[in-house]
Each structure stands twice: as structure tokens, then as C-alpha cells.
């Protein structure tokens, strides 16, 4: 049996039932099939795949928590420290109903090797609770973000594991969970990213995921002779993700005519006006659908599916397995010309080779979307170091880090032979540099 092979078998057998670590490890094996084929005895020898596969530290803990009127509930959180060999821990805290141990453990998987290509000194986690922010009052989610952060800070710190923002988990969120551990280690530390700007945070980082899911979309643009100028995107999600790549890409010229959230899209032909669903989302924190109230020549579709809007390029900024096969048939048959991933995994693995297999130019969002944990870092620096930088020294950086991946994915794919596979050349890259680190640790 092929060594990946045996590896899918372990990690199903050792993880029954966890559809999107399966989905995650599957896609991530295919891509690095060639890698392995090269090096299988060493790989073997040292059990590389075994030790990369299986979480370093998992945690899930109890979260009690009182509601305005005085009821208990309880939630169950979690942190999956997956993968230290290049740097402490680092990854995002989600908050949505739907977290549970497979999903982080895909996303936790997934931030090694999005880590990894930066090129920044940071390993690999995720956490999060089943907690929904949604509906509840400040006084409520400051509640539960304590009570989140009483268990969580026995296993954080500046230098072992530094979470940020996902799902759910914003700049109020990141301002209660700070707050209840400065309280808790009396140490005023960059163990959170995302801070405010006037407590420790860096410039972009709120902008940062978005603005370099921009950025390499036109690098990937680029490389094919084209740009984003004058092109016709749909943006999934109304986020910060999807805010912030939205409003990049319309100050590079295109026209971004879609954006979503779980309750249907809204569709405008003259372009977003982006701070109109700032208003709506990150001030009301309402829906969608009001951003038809405010602009009343757009249109909004409740309950539809938000790929079936011609366009020349498409962001999925949501969440994952929101683009199907049958969506990805739709957006090819409209003509687009790339698809670049904001979310972690929004594409379903069938969608993916799909769309790989029409040509599509396509990057995946452990690579796409590294932009965020990549000024996480630069505001770890900046901690350490008790300084602070301009926004467009940040912003440069940002945009030369965006550029790097795309080049790495493009000489990783083009060495074994997949020009053009950038899904292959962000798995390989990423992986090669975590396996030499690994080896060169040793056994742990
Ligand atoms: P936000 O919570 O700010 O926004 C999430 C958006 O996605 C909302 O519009 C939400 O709509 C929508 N959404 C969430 N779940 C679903 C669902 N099940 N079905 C349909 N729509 C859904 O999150 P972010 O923008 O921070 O994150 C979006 C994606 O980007 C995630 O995959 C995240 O992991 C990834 N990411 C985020 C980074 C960051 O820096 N924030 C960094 C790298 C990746 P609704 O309000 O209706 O739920």
C-alpha cells in the first residue's frame, strides 16, 4: 500500500466520523503525493506522516456561562495545539454553533503548512466553543468570553501559543478574552493578535486576511497577463474576511457585485458599497439583507446561492464547503477566470479537481488567505520588541509576504512537474519546509 495511502487509513481510523480533518488530510496527501514518492524511506523511517497527522496537545474544556436573565449554560471549548516545529502555536479561536473537534482539527491542520508559507517563525493551532455570538448582548459575550479565557490561559502564552480572531471571534471578542487574561497572569503580553490598536495591536491586521487575499489574486492575475482591473467579482460572506477583500479589490479596479451571509446575497451592478455593509455588519450587527434598504437600486436573493452570479473572479470568503461541484460547474459555464479562496476549505474537494481540470486558475486558501496570520506574526514582533509600526510599512510587508507565496507555490508545483497546480504547490511547499524542521528536531 502507497505510504499516503496507509496514512489516510490511520488518521480515519484514529479520528471515525471527523468528515472535514478527513477532507483536509485527503486533499493535503494528494498534493504532496510526489514529495513522498521521493523521499519514502526517510519518511517512513523517522514515521513522519504518523507524527504530522496526529495533534501535539488537544484540549476541550468546560465553558459555564449565565445569559441576561440569569440562566446557566454550558459550552464545550477546545484548542488544538497541532504542530510546534517552526514556532509557537498560532492560529485563530472560532465561536459558531457548528465547531466541534473535526473542524478545528481541519483547521488547526491546515495553519502548519499556511504557517509554514509565510515564512514567518509560527506553528500551527486553532480553537474555539460551540458558543453563538449571534443574538447575544455585549454583556452576554463578555460573560462567556471570561469564562472561555479562565480555562484556556493555563495553555497560551506569548511565546507557546498565541491565538487570534475566526468565525465569530472579532475585535469585542478579542478585547473580553485579553482583558480576562491580563486579569488571570497579571502580564500584559501579545498572547492574543487582533488587539486594539491603542493596547498593543498592529495597523492592518484587522484589514490584513482580505487585503492579501487581494494582493495575490492580482499576482495570480498577473502571472497570466491580466489584473483586476475592470473585472467583475462576487464575494461570498460579509465578515472580515470578506469586507476587507471586497474593498481591496475595488481599490485595484474591479467591480465587486455579490456578497453574502447564511441568510441569501445581495447583488450590486454598480459595485458594494463597501462601507455601507460596514454600517450593517460591524456597527448593527444586522444582516444582508438591510444593505438593500440603504442602497434600494440593488437586489437581494434570500436563500440562494450566491455562485450562480456571472463573474470573472470568485472570492469565497465564508466558510468551508460553501462552493459545491454544482456551483463550480455554474461558475464555469458563466466564464470566470479564477477563483482564490478567503476561507479555509470553502471549496469541496470535488469542486477543487473540477475546477483544476477546466483550467481554472485556482489558489487555496491555506495559501491565499495566510495574509492574516502573516501581520498576526508582524504584530507578535512588534510586541516583543514594544514598538510600533506604520500602516504602510505593514501593509508593504504584507504585500511582499503575498508575493512570495504565490512564488513558492509556483516554483514548488513547476519542480514536480504541475505547472499551473497551485493546490499541489502550496501543499508542497509548505509541507517540505515543516518535514526538513521535523527531521531535523528529531523524534517528538
Ligand atoms: P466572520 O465571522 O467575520 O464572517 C463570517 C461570514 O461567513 C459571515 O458573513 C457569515 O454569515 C458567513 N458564514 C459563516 N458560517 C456560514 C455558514 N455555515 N453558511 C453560510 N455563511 C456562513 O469570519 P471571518 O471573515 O473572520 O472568516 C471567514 C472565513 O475566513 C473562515 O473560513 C475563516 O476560517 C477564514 N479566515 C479568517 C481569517 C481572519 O483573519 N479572520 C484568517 C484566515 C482565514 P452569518 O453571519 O450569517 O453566519
Request: hydrophobic share 40%; with cysteine; charged share 25%.
Amino acid at each position: 500500500m502507497a505510504y499516503t495511502d496507509e496514512i489516510r487509513e490511520l488518521v480515519w481510523k484514529r479520528n471515525p466520523g471527523e468528515a472535514e480533518f478527513h477532507q483536509a488530510v485527503d486533499e493535503f496527501l494528494n498534493g504532496i503525493e510526489p514529495v513522498v514518492q521521493k523521499h519514502e524511506k526517510e519518511y517512513r523511517d523517522g514515521m513522519l506522516l504518523e507524527r504530522l497527522v496526529e495533534p501535539e496537545r488537544s484540549i476541550s474544556f468546560r465553558i459555564p456561562w449565565v445569559d441576561d436573565h440569569g440562566k446557566l449554560h454550558v459550552n464545550r471549548g477546545y484548542r488544538i495545539q497541532f504542530n510546534s516545529a517552526i514556532g509557537p502555536y498560532k492560529g485563530g479561536l472560532r465561536f459558531h454553533p457548528s465547531v466541534n473537534r473535526s473542524i478545528l482539527n481541519f483547521l488547526a491542520f491546515e495553519q502548519i503548512f499556511k504557517n509554514a508559507l509565510t515564512g514567518l517563525s509560527i506553528g500551527g493551532g486553532k480553537g474555539g466553543a460551540d458558543f453563538d455570538p449571534k443574538g447575544k448582548s455585549d454583556r452576554e459575550v463578555m460573560a462567556f468570553c471570561q469564562s472561555f479565557m479562565t480555562e484556556l490561559f493555563h495553555y497560551i502564552g506569548a511565546r507557546e501559543d498565541v491565538p487570534a480572531g475566526d468565525i465569530g471571534v472579532g475585535a469585542r471578542e478579542i478585547g473580553f478574552l485579553y482583558g480576562q487574561y491580563k486579569r488571570l497572569t497579571r502580564q500584559f503580553e501579545g498572547t492574543l493578535t487582533g488587539k486594539g490598536i491603542e493596547w498593543g495591536g498592529s495597523l492592518v491586521r484587522v484589514e490584513a486576511t482580505g487585503f492579501g487575499l487581494a494582493y495575490i489574486t492580482e499576482e495570480l492575475l498577473q502571472y497570466y497577463g491580466n489584473t483586476l482591473q475592470g473585472k467583475t467579482v462576487a464575494v461570498s460572506g460579509s465578515g472580515n474576511v470578506a469586507v476587507h477583500a471586497a474593498q481591496k479589490a475595488e481599490e485595484l479596479g474591479a467591480r465587486v457585485v455579490t456578497m453574502s451571509d447564511s441568510g441569501g446575497y445581495i447583488y450590486d451592478e454598480r459595485g458594494i458599497d463597501i462601507q455601507a455593509v460596514k454600517e450593517i455588519k460591524e456597527v448593527r450587527r444586522g444582516r444582508i439583507r438591510e444593505y438593500v434598504d440603504a442602497i434600494p437600486s440593488a437586489d437581494y436573493y434570500d436563500g440562494a446561492n450566491v455562485w450562480e452570479t456571472p463573474c470573472d473572479v470568485a472570492l469565497p470568503c465564508a466558510t468551508q464547503n460553501e462552493l459545491s461541484l454544482d456551483s463550480a460547474r455554474l461558475l464555469v459555464k458563466n466564464g470566470v477566470k479564477a477563483v482564490c479562496e478567503g476561507a479555509n476549505m470553502p471549496t469541496t474537494l470535488e469542486a477543487t479537481e473540477y475546477l483544476l481540470s477546466e483550467k481554472i486558475p485556482f489558489l487555496p486558501g491555506k495559501a491565499s488567505n495566510a495574509g492574516g496570520v502573516a501581520v498576526s506574526e508582524l504584530e507578535m514582533a512588534q510586541n516583543a520588541m514594544q514598538t510600533y509600526r506604520s500602516f504602510e510599512d505593514v501593509d508593504s510587508q504584507l504585500q511582499s509576504i503575498m508575493k512570495n507565496i504565490f512564488r513558492q507555490l509556483r516554483e514548488a508545483a513547476e519542480a514536480y512537474d504541475m505547472k499551473d497546480n497551485f493546490v499541489a504547490g502550496a501543499n508542497i511547499a509548505g509541507f517540505s519546509k515543516v518535514a526538513r524542521v521535523m527531521k531535523a528536531q528529531g523524534y517528538v
